[in-house]
């Protein structure tokens, strides 16, 4: 009974903790074993969707982002660290990278054409590195699948690396392309929660129903701007999150998600 409750204390609402102990109290033996087959049910029925943001998450990639902005930015002699890079634009899409990068001086399609220069390096970095998906991310994606769970990514990369994605990655064999909500140019730039409220659209569920897989700061507000049911941090970058009061669960593997 004490394992029991320990479980249900970690997990559930506290009236339902409250209405558990007082079948105990009643020693009503039928409400007790209701309880603990609503709680079952409970348990395993409360999230059932997930989303995954992608780079730094299912695909641990920041560092070759990070050289890939260097060589653009070297070209236009402007310097800015990996941890700025991290802090101020880890998560966002490129035209809201580059109009800050650049303080509003480029144009429209001046953007569009750095942001190809910046992907063209991005790409070739990381061929030349190997691409491979983040620990346990296939056996946990594999497991959603088996149990019925639905799932999908939402990334704020552009058509270009999502197609790059599906074919040195194999995406195709885990996720359905349709499915996949991405930079399209029309979606408003994380920490605005539209990116995952399209994709809880896609997958048909509810904001509370979901579990979002996040690494970047503007990615965690994003999510929670959704009113995501629960946010998981993959700390794919070792980096501080302690100064934003955050208590999510933070994971280096996917096997270590409780």
Known sequence: MKEILKIITS????????????????????????????????????YTG??????????????????????????????ISDEEMFRRFHGKNNRSILSEMFQGALSVEEI????????????????????????????????????GIAYTIATSSGKENLDFYFEHLGLSRWFEYDKVVYDD?????????????????????????????????????????????RIIIVDSNDYDYSSWNWNYQKIKNFNEIQ
Request: charged share 20%; net charge neutral; aromatic share 12%.
């Open 11 to 46: 997990k559930i609402e506290p009236n339902f903790i409250f209405f558990l102990f007082l079948s105990q109290l009643l020693n009503k033996k039928f409400i007790f074993i209701y309880l603990i087959i609503h709680l079952f049910n409970y348990l395993s029925m409360k």
């Open 50 to 79: 997930v989303i995954f943001d992608f780079n730094g998450t299912l695909f641990w990639d920041t560092e070759l982002h990070n050289k890939a902005w260097r060589v653009l930015l070297d070209k236009n002699n402007l310097r």
């Open 112 to 147: 569009l054409l750095k942001g190809l220069e910046k992907e063209r390096i991005y790409q070739q970095l990381c061929v030349q590195s190997g691409l491979t998906l983040a620990p346990g991310a296939t056996e946990y994606i594999e497991l959603l699948a088996d149990q």
């Open 185 to 229: 140019g029309h979606i408003a730039c994380k920490p605005a929660p539209d990116i995952y409220l399209k994709a809880i659209t896609v997958i048909n569920r509810k904001p509370s129903e979901v579990i979002v897989f996040e690494d970047a700061i503007a990615g965690i507000q994003a999510a929670e701007n959704a009113n995501a049911g």
